[in-house]
T-cell receptor, first 116, second 111 residues
Framework: NAGVTQTPKFQVLKTGQSMTLQCAQD?????MYWYRQDPGMGLRLIYY???????DKGEVPNGYNVSRLNKREFSLRLESAAPSQTSVYFC???????????????FGDGTRLSIL | LAKTTQPISMDSYEGQEVNITCSHN???????ITWYQQFPSQGPRFIIQ???TKVTNEVASLFIPADRKSSTLSLPRVSLSDTAVYYC????????????FGPGTRLSVLP
C-alpha cells in the first residue's frame, strides 16, 4: 500500500520552462490537495479538488494550474516557471470532509523543485 | 479563519513528557483541532484530532479546555525520533482558507 506517490522527487528547471508534477493515491480518497512549503515556513495550499471533476483555488494559486485526471490522480502544472516558485511541493489526499466529517490528510513525501 | 499561535521551538530530553500548546482564540463552533508531525524531507503525518475534552491514541494525547480557545498536544516519554515540527490546525474541513498550516513548533529532543 503506497499511499500518496509523487513524481518526480527532484527537478531543476530554467526560468520560463514548463513542468507537470504528478500525484497519485491508492486509498480511494475523494479529495486531493497541492501545497507548497518554503524554507522555515508552514505549508500553503495552492489548489484542491474536493471530489473528482472539481477543482478550486487555495491560498496561493497564481502561476499554477491543476488537473484532476481521475479519482486517483491530481497533477500540478507550472506553465512558465519562475524563481519564486522554487519550493517543496506536497500532494495530499483525504476522504471528502463534506460527506464524512473532518478527515485527516495523507501526504506524499514531496517534490523538491528548483528554478534557476 | 481561525488563526493559531504556537511556540516556534521547544527543547526536551529523552524520556520526558512534552506538552505543546496552541492558541486559537477565534475558533468557530464547527471547527476541529488537528495536529500533524513533519520530519525533515517528508510530508506531514496526522497525529491526532479532537473537538472537545480529551482525546488519546497510541501516539499522543490532546487536551482541549471547555472554552476551546487553546489545545495542548502531549507526547509521553519522547525519544530522539520525536524530533520534528508539529503543526496545530483549526478548521471545519480541509478546504481552502479553512485549513492553514502555520510555521509550527520545532521540537528538538536531546539525549
Amino acid at each position: 500500500n503506497a499511499g500518496v506517490t509523487q513524481t518526480p522527487k527532484f527537478q531543476v528547471l530554467k526560468t520560463g520552462q514548463s513542468m507537470t508534477l504528478q500525484c497519485a493515491q491508492d486509498m480511494n480518497h475523494n479529495s486531493m490537495y497541492w501545497y507548497r512549503q518554503d524554507p522555515g515556513m508552514g505549508l500553503r495550499l495552492i489548489y484542491y479538488s474536493a471530489s473528482e471533476g472539481t477543482t478550486d483555488k487555495g491560498e496561493v494559486p497564481n502561476g499554477y494550474n491543476v488537473s484532476r485526471l481521475n479519482k486517483r490522480e491530481f497533477s500540478l502544472r507550472l506553465e512558465s516557471a519562475a524563481p519564486s516558485q522554487t519550493s517543496v511541493y506536497f500532494c495530499a489526499s483525504s476522504w471528502d470532509t463534506r460527506t464524512f466529517g473532518n478527515q485527516p490528510q495523507h501526504f506524499g513525501d514531496g517534490t523538491r523543485l528548483s528554478i534557476l | 479563519l481561525a488563526k493559531t499561535t504556537q511556540p516556534i521551538s521547544m527543547d526536551s530530553y529523552e524520556g520526558q513528557e512534552v506538552n505543546i500548546t496552541c492558541s486559537h482564540n477565534n475558533i468557530a463552533t464547527n471547527d476541529y483541532i488537528t495536529w500533524y508531525q513533519q520530519f525533515p524531507s517528508q510530508g506531514p503525518r496526522f497525529i491526532i484530532q479532537g473537538y472537545k475534552t480529551k482525546v488519546t491514541n497510541e501516539v499522543a494525547s490532546l487536551f482541549i479546555p471547555a472554552d476551546r480557545k487553546s489545545s495542548t498536544l502531549s507526547l509521553p516519554r519522547v525519544s530522539l525520533s520525536d524530533t520534528a515540527v508539529y503543526y496545530c490546525l483549526v478548521g471545519e474541513n480541509n478546504y481552502g482558507q479553512n485549513f492553514v498550516f502555520g510555521p509550527g513548533t520545532r521540537l528538538s529532543v536531546l539525549p
